[in-house]
Structures are given as structure tokens and as C-alpha cells.
């Protein structure tokens, strides 16, 4: 079936840097979903992007949707200790979601 | 609003032994799901209703149980334990098309 594939599966960042995460699949997707999940607590949802091309931006969160529909990325731009967690993409099916292995971020202050 | 309702926290089972995780929802989501976080493997679903009376294997369902006897409730039922089923649960109900709302979780230790 279809399926996103994350990386990296680890990222240590200094405070203050950039992070990425890259999410890829081999088919083309209707729709990706990226969620957070801080230390010890749930995934929560943080944004949809369904168009080929789109960008979006929540503050320091840059999410992006490839032309092809193929791969997103989520960027932080001057991370800080409260963007420690997992991040997750997720790939909203007809009837169910499946997700990526996700991308665990720590920040050293 | 109670959102995503998930029983019990914490469970510690002896291998072979049964037991029910309990998820609940007030938001009236058709869709319902179970899954399972182990490390460096993220969310694998085990099984997902998208209706009462209806339910679907997922990726991981061997060994699992459910029904969905009403919208609000999914429960998941763990036939025989395995040390290979210790991880953590997590039920998530969503509406069709939408973002997935959790529970928050339930960590299992099978001895």
C-alpha cells in the first residue's frame, strides 16, 4: 500500500539553528499531514497541505508540498527548546491514516 | 470537552493474559483508530472503524481485537498477551478527511 518514508530519524540541532524534516513516497499523494509529538505526551495535529506546490507558515514552521506530490518538508527556522519532540508526517487515506517513522528533535540551549 | 478518552494510563500483563484497552470520543467522528508507537517505528495502525458495525485491519492487526458497537466507543482487546505487544497505544478518531484528534495513550509492559 502507500506509504511516506521520513528522514532524518534523528536531529540534534543547537538552539537558534534550522531544522528540517523530509517526508517521501514513491507514488503520488492526495494529501500529507504533519503532527507533533512533544516528550512523553500524544501527536498532535499541526497542518494539511492537499495542492501540488503549497507552502504554508506558522511562525517559525515553513510546511511545503512538492509539485509532484511526491514529498513534503516541514522547516523551523531558529529553533527553541519548546520545538523539542517528534514530528510526524501522515498520509490521509480514504479510510484510514498511516504515518511516517517520524523525526525526533532535540535542542541543545 | 472531553475530546479523545483512552483507559487505563498504565497496564503492566503477564504473558497470556487478556484485557481491554478502553477509547472513548465526544466529538461524533465516524472514523476511529488504534495504534501502536515502538521505537524508531513511529504509528503503526492496528486496526480502524469508519463507522459502528464496521471495522478494518491496519498495517499490524495479529493478536487484536475490536468491535464498534456504538460511534463514541473502540475498544481494543488483547487476546493473549505477548512481551512483543509491551508499547504504547495510542486511539485517534477523526471525521473523513480531517485531522486525526488523541487519546493519550496507554503504556503496556507485557512480563
Known amino acids: 500500500g502507500q506509504q511516506v518514508m521520513q528522514i532524518p530519524q534523528y536531529q540534534h540541532v543547537q538552539e537558534g539553528e534550522d531544522f528540517t524534516t523530509y517526508c517521501n513516497s514513491s507514488?503520488?499523494?492526495?494529501?500529507i499531514q504533519w503532527y507533533k509529538q512533544r516528550p512523553g505526551g500524544h501527536p498532535v495535529f499541526l497542518i494539511q497541505?492537499?495542492?501540488?506546490?503549497e507552502v504554508k507558515k506558522q511562525k517559525r514552521l515553513t510546511f511545503q508540498f512538492g509539485e509532484a506530490k511526491k514529498n513534503s518538508s516541514l522547516h523551523i527556522t531558529a529553533t527553541q527548546t519548546t520545538d523539542v519532540g517528534t514530528y510526524f508526517c501522515?498520509?490521509?487515506?480514504?479510510?484510514?491514516?498511516?504515518f511516517g517513522a517520524g523525526t525526533r528533535l532535540t535542542v541543545k540551549p | 470537552n472531553a475530546g479523545v478518552t483512552q483507559t487505563p494510563k498504565f497496564q503492566v500483563l503477564k504473558t497470556g493474559q487478556s484485557m481491554t484497552l478502553q477509547c472513548a470520543q465526544d466529538?461524533?467522528?465516524?472514523?476511529m483508530s488504534w495504534y501502536r508507537q515502538d521505537p524508531g517505528m513511529g504509528l503503526r495502525l492496528i486496526h480502524y472503524?469508519?463507522?459502528?458495525?464496521?471495522?478494518d485491519q491496519g498495517e499490524v492487526p495479529n493478536g487484536y481485537n475490536v468491535s464498534r458497537s456504538t460511534t463514541e466507543d473502540f475498544p481494543l482487546r488483547l487476546l493473549s498477551a505477548a512481551p512483543s505487544q509491551t508499547s504504547v497505544y495510542f486511539c485517534?478518531?477523526?471525521?473523513?478527511?480531517?485531522?486525526?484528534?488523541f487519546g493519550q495513550g496507554t503504556r503496556l509492559t507485557v512480563v
Open positions: 485517534a478518531s477523526s471525521s473523513p478527511g480531517g485531522r486525526a484528534f
Open positions: 507514488t503520488t499523494l492526495s494529501n
Open positions: 497541505l492537499v495542492k501540488s506546490g
Open positions: 501522515a498520509l490521509r487515506r480514504d479510510n484510514d491514516m498511516r
Open positions: 466529538m461524533n467522528h465516524e472514523y
Open positions: 472503524s469508519v463507522g459502528a458495525g464496521i471495522t
